[in-house]
């Protein structure tokens, strides 16, 4: 059993950063995904990025705004958000996946989700 608690979030004005954090417990952390995923209202949940031992992946969204990275010693995975816009506004979740292979970008992939923390993002 994995346990996720995600914290960070907050309200940030358009160009401004956040760094949102997830720590981990149970399992082996160094072997398996970490993602994180934002569902804004009403529509539905969508990847942000994933990283694994070897190697990430970021949304076409995010990318070169955001980078996801981890700390096998601190069982934490960070997303260091960078010039953010209103349309990032959302409920961000980290979520593990400790049985693929390889990274997946698909939601249904990952076992154990935290609680979410929401970002805002101010025009």
């Known amino acids: 059993q994995v346990q996720l608690v995600e914290s960070g979030g907050g309200l940030v004005q358009a160009g401004g950063s956040l760094r949102l954090s997830c720590a981990a417990s149970?399992?082996?952390?160094?072997?398996?995904?970490m993602g994180w995923f934002r569902q804004a209202p009403g529509k539905e949940r969508e990847f942000v990025a994933a990283?694994?031992?070897?190697?990430?992946r970021t949304a076409d969204s995010v990318k070169g705004r955001f980078t996801i990275s981890r700390d096998n010693a601190k069982k934490t995975v960070y997303l260091q958000m960078n010039s953010l816009k209103p349309e990032d506004t959302a409920v961000y979740y980290c979520?593990?996946?400790?049985?693929?292979?390889?990274?997946?970008?698909?939601?249904?992939?990952?076992?154990?989700w935290g609680q979410g923390t929401q970002v805002t993002v101010s025009s």
């Open positions: 149970g399992g082996i952390f160094s072997s398996y995904a």
């Open positions: 990283i694994k031992w070897s190697g990430g």
């Open positions: 979520a593990a996946d400790t049985k693929s292979l390889r990274i997946t970008t698909s939601d249904i992939q990952y076992e154990y």
